[in-house]
């Protein structure tokens, strides 16, 4: 079995907050459903419970309407049909070529039913604030935390509260997720995997930089038993 250091998983600092679009955090809620059901569920519960809080003062989350204008860009429109804005905003172009990811990910969650895609709306709109990306990367802290309990899933929970926490960096400085999809390597290790134009291919240390370009953080994400760990599981 391979081995790696012992030392506990550490906390992500906070993200740093730009102008959040509206299709990216879509696009984030998406992925987060699809590749961590369990911290997007506790994140759902968040946003519902600030949902209903706003709704009593008219706030911003009373409604899908901090959403609407960016996805009639795309030719959805929420008072229409909320679930096809939805899953016509997780399928669209994000400013580069991701081999097909975000359109087979937003196909597969146009038949997922309307209280699904009704759920990424709200998630959706509470990742636009900065109070629901410092939830997420509490819950995605104490996820991680939780999952350490061994020298093996000590190294996968480092790898992938890295990888979240570029995700939600990326949203949070007014960009987009990356299309990261989670495989199985020879030693039967779940490994991140990249999508790129010509094909997918596993993320590793050598190319996290260039993957989640402009983060700041991530010498602390890569650094000390995070990297050995990154190395080991994933090289």
């Not at 706030?59 to 016509?88: C, K, V």
């Not at 087979?104 to 039913?113: C, I, K, N, V």
């Not at 104490?142 to 899933?153: C, E, I, K, P």
């Amino acid at each position: 079995m391979t081995k790696v250091a012992s030392a506990p998983v550490k906390r992500a600092p906070a993200v740093r907050m730009g102008v959040v679009k509206p299709v990216a955090a879509v696009k984030l809620a998406a992925w987060l459903y699809a590749y961590h059901p369990t911290i997007y569920a506790k994140l759902l519960a968040k946003a519902k419970a600030a949902k209903a809080a706003s709704a009593t003062q008219g706030g911003p989350l009373s409604g899908f309407g901090d959403l609407a204008s960016t996805l009639s860009s795309i030719g959805s429109s929420l008072d229409s049909s909320a679930s096809n804005a939805i899953s016509s905003a997780v399928a669209s172009p994000s400013g580069g070529s991701s081999g097909g990811f975000w359109s087979s990910l937003g196909s597969d969650l146009s038949s997922a039913g309307s209280s699904v895609l009704s759920g990424l709306g709200t998630a959706a709109s509470y990742l636009t604030t900065g109070g629901g990306l410092g939830a997420l990367t509490g819950l995605a802290n104490d996820y991680f935390s939780a999952q350490a309990q061994s020298n093996l899933t000590k190294a996968q929970a480092t790898q992938s509260q890295a990888i979240l926490q570029a995700q939600a960096q990326q949203v949070a400085m007014g960009g987009y997720p990356q299309a990261v999809s989670y495989g199985t390597n020879a030693l039967g290790q779940t490994v991140p995997m990249y999508s790129a134009a010509n094909g997918t291919y596993p993320i590793t240390s050598s190319n996290f930089g260039s993957i989640f370009s402009g983060n700041s953080w991530m010498p602390w994400a890569l650094g000390g038993a995070g990297l050995i760990g990154l190395v080991l599981l994933l090289k």
